[in-house]
């Protein structure tokens, strides 16, 4: 028999394939839009879908299939999922509010942990509790109209165009550096807007929100990922408020308004004063931590604590220096010497050791040496060995009475760490890098993409680790700090804040290559792509590196830090 007979002329499919997950396949017209072949397949009411990854690529859901893919949905409980939701909804909230308050221009400023974005209004008097309520309104009115999210691909001239009619300075700013020609923008009700990244295909998709009179602006709430159909309570954070005021503070005295303003200032070669105006500003805020410290006269225990890549690590040693400055005498301790043996480690949920659990340290070990320490005694400090699990002995240490000891720690800020010590001896900091400076208006920088960025950089210099390994472990990362660290952040005396305005454009150039060094077929490189696409908007600045002081919290992930064995803790 011909192995070849069963090979017969045939015409061109009208049908294409759309494969999912689970083994089904489900069959449409050339030109389907992959959202109804997602709603085919169903979806979980608990965590709707609102993108897709089609072939391995991050798609919108109205994208028509020209030929058979795999589809995985992408629900609201993913990342990806989580920002075309609040994306999304921030569209709909501009939308509803030019129309019932045109000449009101919003600004999305900054997020809060619980699930919202502080918004305020500018151009008129900040929105009464009454016309939030009618906002609002508004916009679940659309949400019922289920009204379409249009996209279109527009000459970056006729944007440009379209902006300079309307106004919007800040989006003008930003385009007046882009690097393609093109730019795409979203329209609802007639409205049109830019938004960096995907958008849900209609307002439909966004029931779960609401609006909150806030101080003097408002809250739009959203649900988190890990519930992504419930709004959580709304918490005081008013340290957390306080520091992207200040760092809101610290903008305007630099005279950077948004990315757009800081690519000005790269283009018009300005961007060194920036550098040290920045640096001088975490130098006078790290020198007013210590005196603080100093004044509390039974202030024997600083603990620091922070997410990753907070740069927590050169904060402590600048600290100590500071505080060595004044006159104090800092003594820093490792907490990693604190560890159970490997074998006594407690297990996660997922049946592995969990070494970021309180209860892999020592507490008791721990809490009777900080206090024998402070109160005078000779103490023999713990080594802990990480090649064979085991805690060994470390060398011998007594203190005088004047003695500051300088802990971090990611358990630093939880008051179950030290309950044997009293508080008034106790002087708690929080470290993190809560960006403020925004591409635009409605475009967020994200708080966790320049952590991200950092420790990419970070990990390539130190540890040798690709942008695919940093990037693969990060859902992990993030998983630790929600369970151990942001609750309880609002337990700090003092919030310290490691941005850097001038960061961005300064890692640019470090970053970028690691980035496309990510295989287009590994699960990580969607990830990379939408942090290519955000870098993007930054003018790089490669000169600044050698004006970045030698102690800097960004030389903890660029290199070149001299504080690497400057003030190191003591085992």
């Known amino acids: 028999m011909d192995k070849f007979a069963n090979v017969t002329l045939s015409r061109p499919r009208e049908t294409v394939q759309a494969r999912f997950p689970d083994g089904r396949i489900f069959e449409g017209p050339v030109g389907t839009p992959v959202e109804a072949f997602v709603r085919a397949a169903g979806s979980d009411e608990n965590a709707p879908t609102v993108a897709a990854l089609v072939g391995g690529r991050l798609r919108e859901l109205n994208e028509p299939l020209y030929r058979d893919a795999d589809v995985t949905p992408v629900t609201m409980s993913s990342a990806d999922g989580a920002l075309i939701y609040r994306r999304s909804l921030t569209f709909l909230m501009v939308v509803a509010a030019a129309e019932i308050f045109p000449g009101a221009d919003i600004y999305v400023d900054h997020s809060l942990t619980f699930g919202a974005y502080f918004c305020r209004v500018d151009g008129r008097e900040p929105f009464t509790r009454e016309e939030i309520s009618r906002l609002e309104k508004r916009m679940r009115e659309l949400v019922e109209e289920d009204a379409p999210i249009i996209r279109e691909e527009v000459a970056l001239d006729d944007a440009k165009k379209l902006f300079q009619e309307r106004g919007d300075s800040d989006k003008l700013r930003l385009l007046r550096y882009r690097g393609k020609d093109y730019l795409t923008i979203y329209k609802l009700h007639g409205v049109q807007d830019y938004f960096h990244g995907y958008m849900v295909p209609s307002t439909g998709y966004l029931r779960t929100f609401a609006l909150e009179f806030y101080t003097d602006g408002f809250l739009l709430r959203f649900p988190r990922r890990s519930a992504p159909r419930v709004l959580q309570p709304i918490q005081e954070y008013p340290h957390l408020v306080s520091v992207f005021r200040q760092y809101g503070g610290w903008l305007r005295h630099i005279g950077v308004r948004d990315v757009g303003s800081l690519n000005e200032i790269v283009a018009k070669g300005r961007i060194k004063e920036v550098v ?296």
């Open 276 to 571: 040290l105006v920045s640096e001088a500003l975490h130098a006078q805020h790290i020198a007013e931590i210590a005196l603080e410290i100093n004044s509390k006269t039974k202030a024997r225990l600083v603990l620091i604590a922070g997410p990753s890549s907070s740069g927590k690590t050169t904060f402590a040693r600048r600290l100590a220096v500071q505080l060595k400055a004044i006159g104090a005498m800092p003594f820093p301790l490792s907490l990693d010497d604190y560890f159970l043996d490997r074998d006594r480690t407690p297990l996660g949920e997922d049946g592995k050791p969990d070494f970021e659990a309180l209860n892999a340290l020592d507490l008791d070990l721990l809490n009777r040496q900080l206090l024998d320490l402070m109160n005078g005694k000779e103490v023999q400090l713990p080594v802990y060995n990480f090649k064979t699990g085991k805690r060994e002995t470390g060398e011998k240490v007594k203190l005088s009475r004047s003695h500051i000891i300088i802990v971090e720690g990611i358990h630093g800020l939880n008051p179950a760490l030290i309950p044997m010590i009293s508080g008034e001896r106790v002087y708690r900091i929080y470290v993190s890098a809560l960006t403020q400076l925004n591409l635009d208006r409605h475009n967020r920088v994200s708080t966790t993409d320049t952590r991200l960025l950092r420790r990419i950089v970070r990990d390539a210099t130190y540890r040798g680790y690709s942008a695919q390994s940093t990037i693969a472990s990060w859902e992990r990362v993030r998983r630790g700090e929600k369970k151990y660290i942001f609750p309880y952040q609002e337990h700090a005396d003092v919030m310290f804040n490691s941005a850097l305005v001038y960061e961005l454009s300064a890692i640019k150039s470090l970053v970028e290559p690691l980035l496309r060094q990510v295989p287009p077929d590994s699960q990580e490189y969607v990830e990379a792509k939408r942090l290519l696409a955000f870098l993007d908007w930054f003018l790089p600045c490669d000169c600044v590196q050698e004006v970045i002081p030698n102690d800097s919290l960004l030389r903890e992930f660029i290199g070149g830090s001299i504080l690497r064995e400057v003030f190191a803790p003591h085992t």
